[in-house]
Structure formats: C-alpha cells, structure tokens
C-alpha cells in the first residue's frame, strides 16, 4: 500500500516482524476498502497488531477501530477454542480458560456473547449456535457467569490487562518458550493463559526456557561487573591494558565468548 509520507513512530513496544507488517496491511486494506470478515481472512494474531503499532490503533477512527476489535477477536476465539479443547471436561472449563486469559461471557436476550478486557471499545460477538447450546447445557450456567467479574477484576489488579500478557500466552502455546521466558525474565510479563495449559507447558520444555533465560541474564551482569572490575584494576596500576587482556568495551555484543576470563578473581 502507497500510504505516502509517515512520520516514524516515537514510540513502538516490540519489534514488528514481517510477518505482522503484511497482517497489518491486509487489516488496513479490508478496513479502508470495506471487506468482508472472509474478504479480509483475519489471522488470530491480528489481535495483537494494537500492540505491535500503538500509534496507528490509538489514532484509529471509532468506526475502523470497533470493526477491526469485532473481526480480531472472533478470529482469535476459533483459534483459543483449538487450543483449549483438549483440555476441557465440562462446559465450566470452557468459561474458566478463556475467563484466565482476560475474556469474559455475557447473555443477552437468551443469547452469549463474548468479550475482551483487551479491547478499546465494549466489543462483543455472539457465540457459534453449537457453543452456545454446548455452555447452556451446564446447570450452573448463571452461577458461572456471575463469578467471572471478580477474575477480571483480580487480572486488572495485578497489572495483567495488557496485551503483552497475552501475547505471552500465545507464545507459550505455539512452543515459543524462548521467547515469552525473556518476556517473563526481563519484562516481567506474566502470560494470561489458564493454569493446567501452563502446568503442561512447563512441563513441555517453558520451566527449562526460564532456568536457561534466567542463568544467561546473570551471567551477562557477572561479565559485566568482571570486565568493568578488569578495567578499573588497570587503572589504579597505570596500565591502559592490564594483563594484556582487552580494555572493556560496553558497546561490544553481550553473547561474545568471555570464557577467557573464568577461573580468575579479583582482590578488592
């Protein structure tokens, strides 16, 4: 799309593969030109485009933005319920799941619709006849419904309303352990994914991705505080370069090999 000359954006909270450039083109053309939702042919991560580019979605028009909310977030239901199946028992397990990852359910007019914690707008879409006649067959449909403010309210509480926190979740559930542990690590961002799917995954590889996250990140800071320690030891003996080891250097890449300089203390 030739959108002319735009200003870079000042701010821009994770890097945008090419992936989420070309959704994001597809959402804008569909939007723009009027598509149908099978026109546009949303993936379930365009629920994450307002995350990837906050400033065009904050600046979205109502209009563009409510339909964009609307399509975005029936495409990533069909997705969640996949993910979930296996793991249901009861129409119960249905709510609780999509209840821990910031959705909520509500009833109008003997029909249920969905909703997100996510959204700008109070965007809802009404459940598939199938899913529907599958949560009422709960008897304890209304009881479960009214409980699930309080989950809402207690995700809101601990600063887990973010987009981010889900975004943690998907990446867990695809198998990117790597990735949302140094969210987790570094970030602090907690994934709002239900507790059996998380104790599945930790058990699938995500508790090893946090220990070896987790140990790079302190051996990182050793480093640091090693080389800085080398640099300032050279500069009390009056030596540019004390030992003939190399000065340090904060702008050279982290990863580099420092394993010359195990096994050696310094004195304070």
Known sequence: MDLGYIRLPDRIDFYASPFFVKENEKVLEGLLNDRTEKEIGLNPTAIFLPLMFPNLYDEMAAPYRQKFERLSLKAYHKYAERIQVSFEKSPRDYIKFFKSKGFYFERNEERL???????????????????????????????????????????????????????????????????????????????????????????????????????????????????????????????????????????????TDYSKYKGRGLSM
């Not at 209304?142 to 309080?150: F, G, K, P, R, T």
């Not at 509480?157 to 926190?165: A, V």
């Not at 930790?202 to 220990?211: P, R």
Request: avoid cysteine; hydrophobic fraction near 35%.
């Open 113 to 255: 619709y969905i909703g997100s914690i996510y959204s700008k707008y109070p965007i809802q879409v009404p459940l598939p006849p199938k899913t529907q006649t599958y949560l009422k067959s709960s008897g304890d449909i209304n009881e479960v419904l009214d409980s699930q403010m309080e989950i809402m309210k207690d995700i809101k509480t601990h600063g887990r309303e973010n987009l981010k926190n889900l975004w943690s979740a998907y990446l867990i559930e695809r198998g990117q352990y790597t990735k949302a542990a140094y969210l987790f690590v570094l970030d602090g961002v907690r994934p709002n994914i239900p507790l059996q799917l998380l104790e599945h995954h930790m058990e699938n590889g995500f508790k090893e991705a946090l220990n070896t996250v987790s140990k790079k990140q302190m051996d990182i800071k050793q480093v640091r505080l090693l080389r800085k320690g080398i640099y300032a030891l050279g500069n009390l003996l009056g030596s540019k370069n004390p030992g003939g080891e190399e000065v340090f250097n904060g702008f050279k890449d982290e990863l």
